[in-house]
């Protein structure tokens, strides 16, 4: 089955995975799941590592975490499109919970679109159910 990971685990998947759920761990280290990871999330990194947010003894440039997605944690980087676009223009927010972060509605949007489930710890992203995602929450 493909799954799609939010940014943040991926983080805890390469850093510390003492932060995912065992039910989470199980999905990411099953060989017959594919894992994906959206280039949303990739920009979410480099602006990141950039800015100091990620330090790790594992990377020592943005493009190195590039280049460990693919070649080390086997993760499958997948392209935004005008499709993936359509499904944000037309994602209604969680304005109850005051959920204002474009990346995730992009991500969501992803998950959408491709009808794969997506992976994350932000529990904001339940609402979005009612709009198709397929969500799995990482309990930490």
Not at 69 to 90: A, C, G, V
Request: glycine share 2%; hydrophobic share 35%; with cysteine.
């Amino acid at each position: 089955m493909r799954y799609l990971i939010d940014t943040n685990i991926f983080i805890y998947y390469a850093t510390d995975k003492s932060l995912l759920s065992n039910d989470v761990l199980s999905i990411l280290e099953d060989y017959d799941n594919t894992i994906c990871i959206s280039t949303e999330s990739l920009r979410e990194l480099i602006i990141s590592f950039n800015s100091g947010g990620i330090v790790s003894r594992y990377w020592q440039s943005a493009h190195d975490i590039i280049d460990s997605i693919q070649q080390e944690w086997f993760i499958t980087i997948l392209p935004l499109n005008k499709e993936h676009m359509r499904t944000y223009s037309d994602l209604v927010l969680n304005e109850i919970e005051n959920h204002k972060d474009p990346s995730d509605h992009v991500i969501i949007s992803h998950a959408i679109t491709n009808k794969m489930p997506l992976i994350s710890s932000d529990r904001k992203f339940e609402f979005y159910r009612s709009q198709g995602l397929d969500f799995i929450f990482n309990r930490k």
